[in-house]
């Protein structure tokens, strides 16, 4: 029915803008390998941004897309993840409540903060804080109750703790920064409707792991 790949970081899943060149590597040249016996390769069943590791599923056939992606839009999936943060979080948990809309139409897919835009909800809970060069550092388990494009890193942006490495919506530098610290954490997919749901992790990717130790993360 479905495989749930550890998508690597900065491998965008599609040729979108980012990736126009044919030398430019993304996940859907590569889902012919994922094919495991079936006539088909599997498809996406959900994305991530290119900058994002972790968790993501694909669908092994046009059954179990169709049935994933009514889960999806159902939102009954869920979807766990980890950050780090600049700054310190005052609640070590509770609800960002903050509609989103597009920045402008010649951003793209850039977000913002704007009360005439979608409901946006993201719930976040404190594991770790630490202290990095540039001052505190807070490691959150962050999980989206809407899907809306770049939520989570507009959401942590606007409540004043920025996603540490985050060029668009923190203060990374664009060239030679710690890369963005967003990790498709876990995963869980009811698949079967008399089965226990299907629960899957990731572990943190290598770009992540010196400032999850410094909030506390032991592997």
């Known amino acids: 029915m479905m ?3 550890d998508k690597p970081a900065g491998l965008p899943v599609h040729r979108g803008p980012q ?3 044919r ?13 495991f ?11 991530l941004d290119k900058d994002t590791s972790g968790c993501l ?9 169709a049935e994933l992606n009514q889960m999806f839009r159902d939102g009954r999936i869920g979807k766990t993840y980890w950050a780090v943060v600049e700054g310190a979080p005052a609640d070590d948990e509770g609800l960002i409540d903050l509609p989103l809309a597009r920045r402008s139409p010649d951003r793209g ?10 409901p946006s909800q993201t719930g976040y809970r404190v594991l770790g804080r630490g202290q990095g060069a540039e001052g505190p550092l807070a490691w959150l388990a962050l999980k989206p109750l809407t899907g809306r494009t770049h939520q989570l890193r507009v959401h942590c942006q606007a409540s004043g703790w920025p996603m540490l490495g985050d060029e668009i ?22 698949l079967y409707r008399k089965r226990e749901p299907i629960h899957v992790e990731a572990p943190p990717p290598p770009h992540m792991l010196a400032a999850l130790k410094a909030c506390g993360w032991t592997a």
């Open 3 to 5: 495989l749930v790949i």
């Open 19 to 21: 990736a126009k060149r």
């Open 23 to 35: 030398e430019v590597p993304v996940l859907t040249d590569h889902l012919d390998a994922l094919r």
């Open 37 to 47: 016996g079936l006539p088909r390769r599997p498809e996406l069943a959900h994305r």
């Open 57 to 65: 599923v694909l669908g092994r056939h046009p059954r179990a897309m």
């Open 109 to 118: 897919w850039w977000m913002k903060v704007d009360p005439a835009g979608l």
């Open 169 to 190: 919506y923190g203060a990374a530098p664009r060239e030679g920064g710690p890369g963005l610290q967003l990790h498709a954490r876990a995963i869980t997919v009811p």
